[in-house]
């Protein structure tokens, strides 16, 4: 029986205290919710939250990737096919991606169980991942978060299997972005609630229940994709359900993340979940989309990730609104970008395997690692010798460092570092630092960021972050 093998999770380590939207202080403590950073969208979220699900797991043994979001950074090119290649998968895994609705994440999570029980794939990845963007100071805008979840499905020593699915459509235009539209708009708060979130989420669960046969108090928790805290509990009453059945939908510490939430919801039940518990997750957007699943014996034995809650213990908050705005591109600028074609995109395939899935060269003769590639090996004089080496998933060291405040930056100053990471010096950008937390001989891991949007189009490449703070400081 296919199910959940293991699973991951990405929350942006950037905080909007709330009161700041409103012009007042933040203060300690206070609601507030998940941003991606300047250098962050999408993709580089699906990356983290996929790099945190396959933690010793061999990523050779993957047959297909599909990648759920309704805030990809292109419309006409494959957004999974990127993160395929940041993961150094397979090239002949199965890619797709699920978007247009804020189901296409518990659609995507559906789809691949299918796949690995046909038997299509053995090994599926599933990565959800949105960062959606309300009017600045509109209504919308305190209840947006940015996050991702990541789910590897398999019919081996699953951790959760599912056991049943339903899902209705409804049209209702509650919640809706046009096309080349960087906002999502919402029609009057209680018609979106009494007319569309409710009565759909009370009809998919209790479809589920019908064909499962079991009532509402029989699943240890729910997770409830919900518009806000109070919607949430609107449902919870409508379908009987007890305080201690409904996970945490974390309003006030994450927001609304969109096609990702039902999915990390779900990721921060597993968290804590124990053999034979049964788990329901609800998603909404045009309808409805309800899973059943039971957890197995085998969720003792799966290796710890950061998940939801180790990621949202990973904080730091903007000191002001602007600094959000800036982040976002939302500010004025006196000089705003060109129309220049930005990077080659001849360079940009040649360099693919060090710009995206952060090779190395290993010299096949001697064995030292080079970045980037040259022809000519620095150590025994071998030309051409060489093979690909990841260093994503490797821990380095931080040798160097300068503070540059002339480079833009939502907060200067940029921080460029040099690192070693297995005898191979590495140069890069040290991501969501700032000067105070910097010193020589600090551990770092890699991330996967956007370096600029040079021609219209986002350019990715890999940061340094502090190994204390992991993916998400």
Not at 85 to 94: G, Q, S, T
Not at 268 to 297: F, I, M, N, W
Not at 348 to 357: I, K, P, Q, T, V
Request: glycine fraction near 10%.
């Amino acid at each position: 029986m296919s199910g959940i093998s293991a699973y991951g999770a990405y929350v942006p380590a950037t905080r909007l205290p709330l009161a700041l939207i409103s012009g007042r202080p933040a203060k300690e403590g206070g609601p507030e919710k998940a941003v991606a950073y300047y250098d962050e969208d999408s993709v580089t979220m699906a990356v983290a939250a996929a790099m945190d699900c396959l933690q010793a797991v061999d990523r050779a043994s993957i047959d297909a990737l599909y990648f759920a979001s309704t805030t990809y950074p292109l419309a006409e090119k494959q957004a999974a096919a990127i993160v395929a290649k940041a993961l150094d998968l397979r090239r002949d895994v199965a890619t797709a991606d699920f978007s247009g609705s804020l189901r296409a994440g518990t659609s995507a999570l559906e789809a691949a169980s299918h796949a690995v029980a046909a038997g299509a794939a053995q090994r599926a990845l599933v990565v959800v991942s949105d960062c959606r963007m309300g009017t600045p100071r509109g209504g919308l805008e305190s209840k947006l978060g940015d996050g991702a979840a990541a789910f590897l499905l398999s019919d081996r020593e699953p951790i959760a299997t599912f056991e049943a699915s339903h899902t209705v459509h409804n049209e209702l235009q509650d919640l809706w972005r046009s096309d080349g539209e960087s906002f999502t708009h919402t029609w009057e708060d209680r018609f979106v609630v009494q007319e569309g979130y409710t009565p759909v989420t009370v009809e998919v669960v209790q479809g589920l229940l019908e064909k499962t046969g079991r009532a509402a108090g029989e699943y240890d928790r729910v997770a409830l994709y919900a518009t806000d805290a109070r919607a949430a509990a609107g449902v919870a009453r409508a379908l009987g359900l007890s305080k201690e059945q409904l996970q945490d939908p974390l309003f006030g510490r994450l927001g609304n993340t969109g096609a990702a939430f039902a999915p990390m919801l779900l990721v921060s039940a597993l968290e804590t979940a124990r053999a034979g518990e049964r788990l329901l997750v609800a998603g909404y957007g045009d309808g409805g989309h309800a899973l059943a699943l039971q957890v197995t014996d085998h969720v003792e034995k799966l290796e710890p990730r950061l998940g939801v809650s180790g990621h949202l213990a990973r904080r730091r908050a903007l000191r002001s609104y602007d600094s959000y705005l800036r982040s976002r591109g939302l500010d004025t600028k006196e000089w705003p970008g060109g129309a220049d074609l930005g990077l080659s995109a001849t360079i940009r395939f040649r360099e693919r395997d060090s710009d995206l899935s952060f090779h190395a060269g290993r010299c096949q003769d001697c064995g030292q690692l080079h970045f980037p590639q040259p022809r000519v090996c620095i150590g025994c004089r071998a030309k051409d010798r060489w093979e690909g080496y990841r260093l994503s998933d490797k821990r380095g060291t931080l040798l160097s460092y300068t503070f540059d405040a002339f480079f833009p930056a939502p907060e200067p100053p940029t921080i460029m570092v040099m690192t070693e990471v297995e005898g191979c010096r590495v140069q890069v950008q040290l991501a969501n630092a700032r000067p105070e937390d910097v010193s020589l001989g600090a551990p770092v891991d890699f991330t996967f960021r956007k370096i600029h949007d040079a021609g219209g189009k986002p350019n990715y490449f890999w940061k340094a972050v502090l190994a204390e703070q992991g993916d998400s400081a």
